[in-house]
């Protein structure tokens, strides 16, 4: 297994303004190999904003498709492994595209947090499958919180209140969540092959959705094997996965905040004030008003 082989003087970096959004210099270095990726018709892209259950229906299409075939995958591959993350170019690791055009298989899965408007154009060009997740506002706000705050890839996230005024203005990584899930949504409207889900739906009925998946991807996946694969990616299950939990990334400190942090929904309630929460629905209904994309922010 390849690991991580950080640099002593790797330190959290900066911020900075991207063709007009906010990104870190590990999402950017290798921009022009990342715009000039070369997507098959048959890669699947995963997207996401940052904290919206990537993870989590990674390792599920990663079963679906590999779980029979490759049982070593499954004990000596980590995650971020088997579906690179194309925009990253971390010191001591390959980056993401280089992961990508070397992968064996077939599919290749892909991950992305890149707005809609900067994904490599061969993906919307090779008409290749998208799964987008999304997760409500106030839930991906107090995860990316403590993602920042135990991961040193991140910028500095200040305090909860300092980070939750940063997130409604779109000053973290990857921009405002607001244009990332909008952007989606009405890429969809000209776009059929994406395919949008919630990570609220996921927790209700982890089975369901796994099946919705199926058929999106044309797979004829037997009931008892998506009945594993439901029960295999549970959150108790991942937490342990050395493969899935992220434990064997150095950067992240988990005495601070462990990666498989919850996995809730309505974990917000334990972190915003009264006064917070007030404020967040004011912004929101303006932020939101003119899209049909609705959210749950409890079950
Ligand atoms: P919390 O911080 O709220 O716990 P990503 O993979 O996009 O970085 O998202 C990480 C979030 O998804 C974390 O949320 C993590 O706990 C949650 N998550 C990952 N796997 C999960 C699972 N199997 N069930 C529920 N939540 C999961």
């Not at 999304?134 to 305090?159: I, L, Q, T």
């Amino acid at each position: 297994m390849e690991e991580f082989n950080i640099p002593l003087d790797f330190s959290r970096p900066e911020l900075f303004d991207f063709e007009g959004i906010p990104m870190v210099h590990y999402f950017t270095d290798n921009w022009k190999n990342i715009q000039n990726f070369q997507a098959r018709p048959d890669d699947i892209l995963i997207a996401t904003y940052p904290k919206a259950g990537t993870t989590w229906v990674s390792y599920i299409l990663d079963l679906l498709y590999f779980g029979n075939t490759a049982p070593e995958r499954q004990t000596t591959l980590p995650i971020y492994l088997r579906v690179p993350f194309i925009e990253a170019t971390f010191p001591g690791l390959p980056s993401g595209v280089d992961l990508a055009d070397k992968l064996p298989t077939t599919p290749r899965l892909i991950k992305t947090h890149l707005p809609f408007q900067l994904v490599p154009k061969s993906f919307w060009e090779q008409n290749c499958r998208v799964v987008y997740v999304a997760r409500n506002a106030k839930d991906n706000a107090v995860s990316y919180f403590h993602f920042d705050r135990m991961n040193m890839g991140e910028p500095e996230p200040g305090d909860w209140n300092t980070f939750l005024q940063n997130f409604m203005d779109g000053k973290r990584g990857f921009g405002p969540w607001y244009d990332h899930v909008c952007g989606y949504w009405e890429k969809k409207q000209t776009y059929s092959n994406i395919h949008y889900m919630f990570f609220e739906d996921m927790v209700e009925d982890t089975g369901r959705e796994v099946e919705r998946l199926c058929s999106f991807l044309g797979l004829s996946t037997p009931i008892e094997e998506r009945e594993r694969i439901t029960k295999g990616t549970h959150f108790d299950t991942m937490k342990l996965n050395k493969m899935t939990n992220y434990s064997t990334v150095p950067v992240m400190d988990f005495k601070v905040s462990p990666f498989m942090r919850k996995g809730k929904v309505g974990d917000w309630k334990n972190h915003f004030t009264v006064a917070q929460n007030e404020q967040f629905d004011e912004h929101y209904k303006q932020k939101m008003k003119n899209t049909t994309l609705q959210f749950r922010t409890e079950l």
